[in-house]
């Protein structure tokens, strides 16, 4: 007799559990709303990097031309 195929499952990180606790307690729009509210931090977190990259070019060059 053969025995059974063991078939590999992922076990569920600490965000997929959160993620299914969130689908549980709250509606899709609510779900929605809080998906976009990270997603404009992480933009805004974007943009801060991008003008302090910004910054340091300007001081750069202003270094050299002076």
Same mark, same amino acid.
Request: aromatic fraction near 8%; charge should be positive; hydrophobic fraction near 40%.
């Given at each position: 007799m053969q025995a059974a195929? =063991?078939?590999a499952t992922a076990i569920p990180t600490f965000t997929d559990a959160l993620r299914a606790v969130e689908s549980l307690l709250m509606g899709?729009?609510?779900r929605t709303a809080r998906r976009n509210a990270?997603?404009? =931090?992480l933009e805004d977190r974007r943009r801060a990097k991008?003008? =302090?990259e910004a910054q340091h070019v300007l001081e750069a060059v202003a270094s050299r031309t002076s």
């Open positions: 195929p =063991v078939r899709s729009g609510q990270w997603t404009a =931090v991008d003008r =302090v």
